[in-house]
C-alpha cells in the first residue's frame, strides 16, 4: 500500500539527518558539511559526507547517496516502508496510509519502547529514593559508584515486591510480556515481574533509546529476598527492540569519546564497562551477553580504528584466529589485548588498582604478541620437552598470520624466549602453515563447523558467524560490486573505479579567484568542465545567485546539462535527485555535499560557460559556412558568427579586467537568449 508522499517530505524534513548518521559512524564539521568514515565501507580517509540543510549525504569512495530515509534502508537492511515506518516512529509522525504489516511493525516498535523507558524510569526512581533499595544502594557505593554514574547509565533497582511493575504496566500487559519485563504467573493467577531484588542495567541503543534491562543478583548479604535463587544476570529476551548481536552496551555514551580518541575498548559486561568510566576510560563498551562479531567489529571501526580487547583473549583455534586477523584487513582496524592480572576483571582492577588498570589499555599489545608472551611465558626454566609444548603452542598462534615479515618478528622471539633453534622452529611453523588450519581444530568443532553451527572459542568471546548471521555483511559486499542494485530504493549506490574529491581542488579554486586565468580555458573536471561544475554547485547551495541567469545550453557537458534540466524541472532539490536518471541522480548527490570554491563569483561562471558553449558553438557554424550550398546561408551563417565573436570579445575583455560591466553583461545575456533559441537577437554590433 503507498505512502502519501506528504508524510514522506514531512519525515524527510524532521529528522535530522547528521544525528541518525552520527549514531553510527562519527562526524566532524568542515564548513557547511559534516565529514566522517563510510558506515557502508572500510576506509582509513573520512570520505564520507552529509549535507545537513539539504538532508542528503554521499560518499565519495563507494558512491553511496540518499537522504535520512535512504540511509536507515541501507545501515539496517530493510525495505524503504520499514525505513520510513521506523523513523516515524522515533519522530512520534502518523502515516497516513501504509500496509498492515508495516503499521503493525512501526506501531510495535514504538509501543515496545515506550514500555521499556517506563520500565527503566520506574527502576532508576526506585534505585535513587526508595527505601527498599537502601541495601541496592550500600551494594553500589561498595563497587565504588557514586550517584553520578547511577544517574549517568540511568541505574536501578527492580523491588522484591513482584507485581510492582507489573501493577504499572497493568493497561500494557502484553506489551510488556512480549518485552521480557513480567510474565504471567498461573500460580498466582496474576501478571508478575521477570525482576526481582536485582540492581538493573538499562541498555539502550546509538540513539539513546532504552531498548532493553539487564538485572544483576545482589550478593547474599545485601539481599532482601535471601532465598533469591537464577543466573548471576538476567536479560530481556529479544524483540523487534532489541537484537543482542547487534547491541553494545554503553555505546551511547562511548561513541563521542572514541571518536577523540581514536580508541575503543571492548570488554565482557557491564561492570567492566562502567570501571572504566570511572576510572577516565570512558571509550569502553560490552557486549550483551554474546560472542564479539564482525557486526561489532564493523559498527566500533566506524567511531575508532584501534580495538582494545579488555577480557581474556586466550583462543583455542587457528581458524577463530585468522578471522580476527581477516577482520582487521577488511575493516582497517588494529586489534589490541590489554593483559590483564590473570585472574581479575576491569571491575575489580578498578577497585583495587585503577592505575593498573589504565596502564593495561595504555600498553595493550597486537593480538598476536600477546598470544605469543602468554605462551612463552616465563619458559627458559622449565624442561625442553616443556620448553617445546610452549613454542608449539606459539607456532601455532604464528601460522595464522597472514603477513609473512610478522611472522618471521614472532618466530625470532619465540626461539629467543624458548631456547630453541630458530631453524627448526622455522621448519615446523612452514608445516603448520601448509596444513589447512581446520586439521588443527578438534572434532567435535570440525563436525560444528560441517554442520554451519557456530564455532564458539574459549570463553565465547569471539564467534564465526553463521549463513544468516554473514548475510548482512555480504549484502554491503554484493552493494559494493554492484550485485544488489535495484534493492536501494533510489538505485544510486555504485561501485565504481574512480575517485573523487571532496572539493574542487586548490588549483580549481585559484583558477575561480584570478580574474587574469578565466575558466574559458576549458579546463574539465572528472564530470566534465570544471565551470560548469560549479555552476551546478551554486545551483543547488546557493539558488538566488545564479539559477535566473542559467540555461541549459551553456553546458557543453552532456550529464552536466540534464543535472541542470533536472533541477529546473523539480519542486526541490530532493524531487530532482528523485525522479531523473540513476546517472544523473547520483551526480546531484556528490555535488550537493561538496563545497563551492572560496572566491567563486556568479557573474564568473556564467560568463565562462558562455564562452564555452559559444566557442563550441562557432566551431559548428565554420563547419556549416564551409558546407553552405547557397549565398543565403552562408550569409546568415557569417552574420552569427560575427555576432558571436565581436560579444565574446566584450565579455572576455570584462573577465580579463575583473570587473563585469553593463556592456558585458548584455552580451552575455544576448548569447544566452541566441543559444537558447536559435535566433539572432537584436543586438548593436
Keep these: 500500500m503507498a505512502i502519501e508522499q506528504t508524510d514522506i517530505q514531512k519525515i524527510r524534513s524532521e529528522a535530522d539527518i547528521a544525528a541518525i548518521i552520527g549514531e553510527h559512524t562519527a562526524l566532524k564539521r568542515v564548513g557547511r558539511q559534516m565529514v566522517g568514515l563510510c558506515p557502508f565501507h572500510s576506509e582509513s580517509t573520512p570520505s564520507f559526507t552529509v549535507n545537513a540543510e539539504l538532508g542528503v549525504y554521499h560518499c565519495f569512495g563507494c558512491q553511496a547517496s540518499g537522504d535520512v530515509i535512504n540511509f536507515v534502508c541501507e545501515i539496517e537492511g530493510i525495505s524503504f516502508v520499514e525505513a520510513i515506518s521506523r523513523l516515524a516512529a522515533r519522530l512520534n509522525i502518523e502515516i497516513s496510509t501504509e500496509s498492515d504489516t508495516s503499521y503493525h511493525k512501526r506501531s510495535k516498535w514504538k509501543d515496545l519502547a515506550s514500555v521499556m523507558s517506563v520500565a527503566v524510569e520506574f527502576y532508576h526512581e526506585q534505585l535513587m529514593q526508595a527505601d527498599a533499595a537502601r541495601m541496592a544502594r550500600r551494594y553500589l557505593r561498595q563497587r565504588g559508584y557514586d550517584s553520578a554514574i547511577v544517574r549517568q547509565f540511568k ?28 510474565s504471567y504467573s498461573t500460580y498466582q493467577n496474576n501478571y508478575v515481574d521477570i525482576f ?66 581514536g580508541v575503543a575498548i571492548v570488554c565482557e559486561g557491564y561492570t567492566d564497562v562502567i570501571a572504566f568510566h570511572n576510572t577516565g576510560k570512558s571509550m569502553a563498551v560490552a557486549t550483551c551477553g554474546t560472542a564479539l562479531t564482525e557486526y561489532h567489529i564493523k559498527t566500533l571501526s566506524n567511531f575508532a580504528k584501534k580495538i582494545i580487547l ?54 595493550a599489545q597486537p593480538y598476536l604478541g600477546f598470544l605469543v608472551d602468554r605462551y612463552t611465558a616465563n619458559v627458559s626454566g622449565l624442561h625442553p620437552e616443556e620448553r617445546a609444548k610452549a613454542a608449539q603452542k606459539s607456532l601455532l598462534a604464528i601460522a595464522s598470520h597472514p603477513n609473512s615479515l610478522v611472522r618471521e618478528e614472532y618466530l625470532a622471539k619465540t626461539a629467543d624466549l624458548t631456547r630453541l633453534s630458530i631453524a627448526d ?32 572459542p574459549h570463553r565465547q568471546n569471539f564467534v564465526r558467524e553463521s549463513d544468516s548471521q554473514g548475510s548482512i555483511a555480504q549484502k554491503r559486499e554484493d552493494r559494493q560490486s554492484g550485485k544488489d542494485r535495484g534493492k536501494n530504493p533510489y538505485g544510486n549506490i555504485q561501485k565504481v573505479n574512480q575517485t573523487s574529491s571532496l572539493s574542487v581542488s586548490k588549483s580549481d579554486e585559484s583558477s575561480h579567484s584570478q580574474k587574469k586565468n578565466p575558466l574559458s580555458k576549458g579546463r574539465a573536471s572528472s564530470r566534465g568542465p570544471i565551470a560548469g561544475e ?76 558562455c564562452i564555452l558553449s559559444v566557442e563550441k558553438k562557432i566551431d559548428s557554424l565554420l563547419l556549416e559556412v564551409r558546407l553552405a550550398k547557397s549565398t543565403e546561408s552562408l550569409n546568415h551563417t557569417s552574420e552569427e558568427i560575427g555576432f558571436a565573436k565581436h560579444a565574446l570579445e566584450i565579455i572576455k575583455a570584462a573577465q580579463t579586467n575583473g570587473v563585469h560591466t553593463r556592456d558585458s553583461v548584455d552580451a552575455r545575456e544576448a548569447l544566452v537568449s541566441w543559444l537558447s533559441d536559435g535566433v539572432l537577437p537584436n543586438y548593436g554590433i
Design 155 to 182: 541505574l536501578g533497582y527492580a523491588p522484591a515486591d513482584s507485581t510492582r511493575l507489573s501493577l504499572l504496566l497493568m493497561e500494557k500487559a502484553e506489551l510488556a510480556v512480549e518485552a521480557g519485563l513480567i
Design 310 to 363: 579488555a577480557f581474556d583473549a586466550d583462543l583455542a583455534g587457528q581458524e577463530a584466529m585468522a578471522r580476527l586477523y581477516d577482520w582487521e584487513e577488511k575493516h582497517d582496524i588494529s586489534l589490541m589485548v590489554a593483559k590483564l592480572p590473570t585472574g581479575s576483571d576491569p571491575a575489580e582492577l578498578a577497585l583495587s588498582d585503577p592505575n593498573l588498570l589504565r596502564q593495561a589499555i595504555d600498553n
Design 425 to 456: 622452529l622455522r621448519a615446523q611453523l612452514q608445516t603448520i602453515i601448509e596444513k589447512p588450519y581446520r586439521s588443527e581444530v578438534p572434532t567435535d568443532r570440525k563436525r560444528q563447523a560441517a554442520e554451519g553451527s557456530h564455532y564458539t
Design 196 to 261: 526481582k531484588d536485582r540492581v538493573i542495567f538499562p541498555i539502550f541503543d546509538s540513539g539513546n533509546t532504552p531498548i532493553a534491562i539487564g538485572g544483576r543478583i545482589l550478593p547474599e548479604e545485601f539481599r532482601t529476598i535471601t532465598a533469591q535463587v537464577g543466573p548471576k544476570y538476567r536479560n530481556t529476551k529479544e524483540s523487534i527492540l532489541y537484537s543482542k548481536r547487534k547491541t553494545l552496551y554503553g555505546l551511547n555514551l562511548a561513541k563521542k569519546e572514541m571518536s577523540h580518541e
Design 534 to 609: 560549479v555552476a551546478l554547485l551554486l545551483a543547488i547551495h546557493q539558488p538566488e545567485s545564479i539559477a535566473h541567469k542559467l540555461a541549459a545550453p551553456l553546458f557543453t557537458d552532456e550529464l552536466q546539462q540534464r543535472a541542470f534540466i533536472a533541477l529546473t524541472k523539480a519542486l526541490s532539490f530532493m524531487d530532482a535527485t528523485q525522479n531523473s536518471e540513476e546517472d544523473v541522480s547520483r551526480y546531484l548527490y556528490q555535488l550537493s555535499v561538496k563545497r563551492i570554491p572560496e572566491g567563486t563569483s556568479a557573474d564568473d561562471i556564467i560568463s565562462s560557460l
